[in-house]
């Protein structure tokens, strides 16, 4: 296949009207020839024949040719001439485009087909063009190759034309050499060989001049080098050439011939080598030596020469079989060639076998506790021991990995600590001990129990009115198998998932489905699955989807049925709504069924309000607070449920018509005044109310006090000193307030006085403690003191009354205490002393000396010798049978 560089067009009569191809017209890119196949009128006219350059863009155009139509005859019918066609050999290179060009002359006008002569058809990347009169074939390949027909066909006939496509590709590379590094005198041979059709041929050249052959010692044969005996000046860059006539390739390489004395700088035997006792030594002798030359000699403790169980390589590598500890000495390799001579010593010494003294074993353990995989050995002192572990094939990161894993144990000890082990923890481990002559291994498996993986896929198989059937599908056990499942819902008026009664009522860890019974009717119901096994319950499963059970009947009666109050003339019926939970389906309300006590008929009503408790009967008829047996029902769309019990209720009362008599107050203290009445004749089921206020102009000042049951006494409380108030008293009962009683005013004392006792002083013999402190002098405004209260607030608080300023105490020995000081008034209690604190008396087992309220207020106020004599005294002291405390004084 031939590279175009140029393309024709024809140019009809004037630019820019171009020549269009079709079946009749058709311009070889071959030759730039323009065929008609079948002359028309419209084609007479002047053709000029333009010729473009792909690759410099030119363009040339020729002198204009006249078509003329004879009129010396006519042309008659005629079969088809072929005018263009290719040649019967075409080499087509591989990969490369191929153009194939057919066209014939003839009237009528002919049909161009194309085909193999090996019947094998056109593959997909075959197109035909410009009416078939062009076969193209891009991607030459191998299987491309073969004849090729072109058949030009009228009616009046046909007419053919041949040709063979060959395959031709230039050389690619299959050998090449490499760059090499020789001695001299050594033997050099490189190879190269390529692939391509036709076969390709060989050339070689040394630094850009070609290699003749033979020349003594250089042959070249096909694509293969030798020089043999190597010298200096064979170095330099070679390069093979493999060409045909389609194209050549080049691989090039370098050869370096070396010529050295031997050295050991880059790989003396080691200052030191080690190893382990009946093991194979082996002395790696490795000298740069151009060429190489080596002997070895072994001098062991006194020049011995190699034993028996030495063996020399020829490459100079010394084996020892079997070592002994009478191996262990100096040995020197010895490297000689033409240019010189070089040696290098090693030390070799030979230790004990390193043994495992303690294994890990295979071990089951729970999820969350530690263990220990113990690694000890006996080693050589000698050795230099290192530690590691892997599980399930990868070495642990004991930095990573710190939370969980830490090595312990020290250098002969390379034990591993497992801590908050894990599920994922479970599985082989590996100890690993290196040291300079020999590695060795241990290892055990970890069964790591925990509780069952998640059940999943809940599924609800059948509900009802009440059941649900369920199955599911187990999760992991973990390691450990499961023993059975538990069973938890929810619905929207639960607090989170409940576990709920099924059928079985034990579900072992075979089955996989049970059936929940005990549902409430109507409810939207999730499920979920747990399993558990002797480690424990395991994470529950997902959600069932949300199912709702069949509607039914109620089958729960409203609870706390009671009732009463209200108006005149009115029965109040009470009761619990029953829960949405419990309602059993839509339509839900309540029937209300009542009657007078004594009567055998049932007055019913219904209210459709699910969350309404309370209805009001009205009826002119009914007498004031009557008695009526009430009952309350349910239902739904589905029909009626249970009534409640029977409850007696009263309807309502009517307001108390008079108000209480002989009222009477008296002043208590300060803050409080007693109210004091006479009992309602025929009120039986009211109660009274107290109503009291400074004066008329201050409405904000009214207060109430309500009291349960017929009392006639009350104490108000929370009041103002010194000041009057007005009191009224009125009975109330369900239906409302009666009339007031006639107001009447008191007075409130005088306040106590706002200081407490101060100056108290108190000293402790034994279990008595004796106080006393400063009289309390009132105010002309205050209430004058009548006494004071000594209590204990410690526990319960108890209290000693006097009218002294002085008082003496008997403690309990096993008893805290917490005194407090208060001046007593008509007005009441005044503030309270600062408290005094005495601890359990049986705890302090020294006696102490008594001291003056003046001594200790010095030691604590000073401090020094003062303290320091107290302490000692307390110290030396010990009498066990009384008990002195220290003054405390108090201002």
């Given at each position: 296949a031939v590279i175009h560089f140029l393309t024709y067009a024809w140019i009809f009569n004037e630019y820019p009207r171009f020549v269009q191809q079709d079946s009749r017209r058709f311009i070889s890119q071959e030759t730039g020839n323009l065929y008609v196949a079948k002359v028309e009128r419209s084609d007479v006219g002047n053709y000029t024949c333009v010729v473009n350059n792909t690759v410099t863009g030119d363009k040339v155009l020729s002198s204009p040719t006249p078509l003329v139509l004879r009129t010396d005859g006519v042309m008659g019918e005629y079969e088809p001439k072929i005018e263009v066609h290719f040649p019967e050999s075409v080499p087509a290179a591989k990969e490369s485009a191929v153009r194939l060009e057919c066209f014939a002359l003839g009237n009528p006008v002919p049909e161009i087909s194309w085909r193999r002569t090996s019947g094998v058809p056109f593959p997909s990347k075959v197109k035909m063009k410009n009416s078939n009169a062009v076969l193209e074939i891009p991607n030459f390949q191998q299987e491309d190759a073969g004849t090729y027909?072109?058949?030009?066909?009228?009616?009046?006939?046909?007419?053919?034309?041949?040709?063979r496509l060959s395959f031709h590709a230039k050389p690619h590379w299959l050998l090449t050499m490499v760059d090499t590094a020789?001695?001299?005198?050594?033997?050099?041979?490189?190879?190269?060989k390529a692939n391509g059709k036709p076969k390709p041929s060989y050339s070689w050249l040394k630094n850009g001049l070609f290699l003749?052959?033979?020349q003594g010692r250089i042959q070249i044969e096909n694509g293969a080098l030798s020089i043999a005996a190597l010298n200096l000046s064979d170095s330099g860059m070679y390069q093979c050439v493999a060409e045909n006539k389609h194209g050549f390739i080049y691989s090039s390489a370098q050869l370096m011939v070396l010529a050295s004395p031997p050295s050991f700088s880059k790989s003396p035997l080691k200052a030191l080598l080690k190893a382990r006792t009946g093991s194979e030594v082996t002395l790696e002798c490795k000298p740069e030596a151009w060429p190489p030359a080596i002997s070895l000699k072994g001098e062991v403790k006194d020049n011995r020469c190699l034993s028996y169980r030495m063996t020399l390589l020829p490459n100079g590598t010394l084996r020892i079989a079997n070592a002994t500890r009478q191996d262990a000495g100096s040995y020197t390799c010895v490297a000689k060639n033409q240019f010189g001579t070089a040696s290098t010593t090693g030390k070799l010494l030979i230790t004990e076998p390193t043994r495992i003294t303690m294994r890990p074993t295979n071990t089951e353990i729970i999820v969350g506790e530690s263990a220990v995989l113990p690694c000890q050995i006996a080693s050589d002192p000698a050795l230099d021991v290192s530690f590691s572990w892997a599980f399930n094939g990868q070495l642990i990161d004991f930095q990573r990995d710190g939370n969980h894993f830490e090595r312990v144990g020290g250098s002969v000890s390379g034990d591993l600590m497992i801590r908050n082990i894990q599920l994922s923890h479970g599985g082989k481990y590996v100890c690993l001990i290196d040291t300079d002559v020999e590695s060795l291994s241990t290892s055990a498996i970890l069964v790591v129990k925990g509780p069952p993986g998640p059940p999943d896929k809940v599924t609800v198989e059948e509900i009802t009115d009440s059941t649900a059937q369920l199955s599911w599908t187990p999760g992991r056990d973990n390691g450990s198998p499961i023993t059975g499942y538990i069973i938890q819902a929810r619905t929207p008026f639960t607090v989170g998932w409940q576990a709920v009664d099924t059928v079985p009522e034990v579900i072992n860890g075979n089955l996989l489905t049970a059936t929940v019974v005990g549902l409430n009717a109507w409810v939207e119901?999730?499920?979920?699955?747990?399993?558990?096994?002797?480690?424990?319950?395991?994470?529950?499963?997902?959600?069932?989807?949300?199912?709702?059970?069949?509607?039914?009947?109620?089958d729960t009666a409203p609870t706390d049925v009671g009732g009463g109050g209200g108006t005149k003339s009115e029965l109040v019926i009470t009761w619990e709504p029953v829960p949405e939970e419990l309602q059993n389906g839509d339509g839900f309300g309540y029937i209300i069924a009542f009657r007078p006590l004594g009567l055998v008929t049932w007055t019913r009503a219904a209210i459709s309000t699910p969350g309404i408790g309370r209805y009001v009967f009205r009826n002119d008829t009914i007498p004031a607070f009557s008695p009526f047996e009430v009952k309350v029902g349910a239902y739904n769309n589905r029909g009626e449920g249970p009534f409640s019990s029977i409850a007696t209720v009263y309807s309502a009362e009517e307001v108390p018509s008079v108000a209480p008599k002989r009222v009477r107050t008296r002043s208590v203290s300060a803050v409080q005044i007693e109210v004091i009445w006479e009992a309602l004749r025929h009120c039986f089921h009211s109660a009274p109310k107290v109503v009291y206020w400074e004066d008329d102009t201050k409405p904000d000042t009214v207060g109430k006090v309500r009291i349960s049951g017929n009392y006639t006494v009350v104490n108000i409380t929370g009041l103002k000193?010194?000041?009057?108030?007005?009191?009224?008293?009125?009975?109330?009962?369900?239906?409302?307030?009666?009339?007031?009683?006639?107001?009447?005013?008191?007075?409130?004392?005088?306040?106590?006085?706002?200081?407490?006792?101060?100056?108290?002083?108190?000293?402790?013999?034994?279990?008595?403690?004796?106080l006393h402190w400063d009289p309390v002098i009132a105010m002309e405004t205050e209430s004058k003191v009548t006494g004071y209260l000594v209590s204990n607030h410690y526990n319960d608080v108890t209290a000693l009354f006097t009218n002294k300023t002085a008082v003496e105490l008997t403690l309990n020995a096993n008893s805290n205490y917490l005194i407090q000081v208060k001046a007593m008034s008509e007005g009441g209690e005044g503030v309270g002393s600062e408290p005094i604190h005495i601890h359990k008396l049986s705890e302090f087992p020294l006696h102490i000396k008594q001291f003056s309220a003046l001594s200790l207020l010095l030691c604590k106020?000073?401090?020094?010798?003062?303290?320091?004599?107290?302490?000692?005294?307390?110290?030396?002291v010990p009498s066990p049978n009384s008990y002195i405390a220290s003054p405390v004084q108090t201002q």
């Open positions: 027909e072109c058949v030009a066909e009228n009616w009046r006939g046909k007419n053919a034309a041949r040709g020789l001695s001299v005198e050594a033997n050099l041979f490189w190879e190269c003749l052959s033979p119901y999730e499920f979920r699955v747990v399993a558990r096994n002797t480690v424990g319950l395991g994470e529950p499963s997902p959600a069932s989807t949300k199912t709702r059970t069949e509607d039914s009947i109620p000193a010194s000041t009057v108030y007005y009191l009224s008293v009125a009975a109330f009962n369900t239906a409302g307030p009666g009339p007031q009683s006639v107001p009447i005013n008191s007075t409130t004392k005088e306040p106590p006085p706002d200081r407490a006792p101060h100056n108290i002083q108190w000293t402790m013999i034994g279990s008595t403690l004796s106020l000073s401090g020094g010798p003062v303290c320091t004599l107290l302490y000692e005294l307390i110290e030396n």
